[in-house]
């Protein structure tokens, strides 16, 4: 079982930043593709950006140059930086590891921008 804590969520203006935490529990960290996701109210979950153990990413389109996927191994934490907010990334944001038989899901954090 992995525990995954997302953290950094908040309310921020249009065009500000947040840099939002997602921390595994266990040992496999390293082994396990991690992605952030993101559901808006009576949208449908959608991926954000995924980071594989071997570095490679890959971000929706609507935040390519805006939103950046990072981990660090060593801290079992992966990251995403997100710039130049807009109105519609508001959403819970969840961060997710997938292992070979499983993934396992954060519980989200609330990022809301408005002004």
């Known amino acids: 079982q992995v525990q995954l804590v997302e953290s950094g969520g908040g309310l921020v203006q249009p065009g500000g930043s947040l840099t939002l935490s997602c921390a595994a529990s266990g040992s496999l960290f390293s082994t396990y593709t991690m992605g952030w996701y993101r559901q808006a109210p009576g949208k449908q979950r959608e991926l954000v950006a995924r980071i594989t153990r071997g570095g490679t990413t890959n971000y929706a389109d609507s935040v390519k140059g805006r939103f950046t996927i990072s981990r660090d191994n060593p801290k079992n934490t992966v990251y995403l930086q997100m710039n130049g907010l807009k109105p519609e990334d508001t959403a819970v944001y969840c961060c997710?590891?997938?292992?070979?038989?499983?993934?396992?899901w954060g519980q989200g954090t609330q990022v809301t921008v408005s002004s």
């Open positions: 997710n590891a997938e292992a070979i038989l499983y993934t396992y």
